[in-house]
């Protein structure tokens, strides 16, 4: 039994135990998204236009995590509604930082593994990059999305007698709690994702302005940016349409 089976199933069972059938849901959602993502991949490759089927698979990716997962109710369909509009807010605002920042492509660190490589692959790599940072974003999006709007319901269900206005707030005072924590778990999976990265720049000598200029390095610090954009920017978004969505409900029954 490999250490990889064994992991798998320990995260299964404990998925289960704490989670229940949303637990064994949420661990299969884990090789649904997989199979998504790998099938984006295949699109790519074979020329389909890379901004439309990468917002194609985002829209599923988030229909599996929040619908799948948790069933169709007000509090998915409000974290639902959230991630679309945040997505194509922050996908305005990737293609300006990709078309300004010129991070597509590779760096010369990166060159020189594919030198025996051929480069003429007939792909865009400004939209190959502008993909890549929003498939980056959806997890993040849609995991505080329904942060939100679960607490939100939570609150509702009660105190049912609260406005639309007081909801928002609650929504937002949710938000704050979140947010520190939040930007921090991106910050921190950078670090140890990319610490190897730092290591190499030191074995390479470079000086500090070069490293902060290396566009291995850029990439990935502004996909953390735009990460974190994304994040606190869902965070009132779905605490409006939440609450609208909970006190709409509330007036009709």
């Known amino acids: 039994m490999s250490v990889q089976l064994v992991l798998a ?21 884990l090789f649904f998204n997989f199979a998504v993502l ?10 389909f236009p890379a901004l ?42 990737i293609i300006f930082v990709h078309r300004f920042a010129m991070i597509q492509g590779f760096g010369p660190e990166e060159v020189e593994e594919y030198t025996t490589l051929s480069f003429f692959v007939n792909v865009d790599f400004v939209q190959i990059g502008i993909c890549t940072m929003i498939t980056g974003t959806i997890a993040a999006i ?22 639309e206005k007081d909801l928002f707030r609650s929504g937002m005072t949710i938000g704050k709690d979140i947010i520190g924590t939040t930007t921090n778990t991106l910050y921190f999976s950078f670090i140890g994702g990319y ?31 735009v990460i974190g954009i994304g994040v606190t920017g869902i965070i009132p978004l779905t605490a409006w349409v939440t609450a609208r969505m909970l006190f709409n409900e509330s007036s009709r029954a």
């Open 142 to 163: 849609t995991d505080t999305a329904i942060s939100i709007s679960s607490s939100l319901h939570e609150v509702h269900h009660r105190n049912p007698r609260l406005s």
């Open 195 to 225: 610490l190897a990265l730092f290591l190499w720049f030191r074995d390479l000598s470079y000086s500090f302005g070069e490293a902060l200029n290396a566009k291995v390095l850029v990439s990935e610090v502004l996909s953390m940016f």
């Open 38 to 47: 790998y099938l984006l991949v295949l699109l790519l490759i074979n020329g």
């Open 52 to 93: 439309f089927v990468t917002l194609l698979a985002c829209s599923v990716v988030s229909y599996i995590n929040l619908f799948y997962i948790n069933g169709v109710n007000v509090k998915t369909k409000a974290a639902f509604i959230a991630t679309i509009v945040t997505t194509f807010f922050l996908l305005l605002l």
């Open 9 to 29: 199933l320990m995260l299964l069972l404990l998925m289960g135990v704490v989670g229940g059938r949303r637990g064994i849901s949420s661990f299969l959602s």
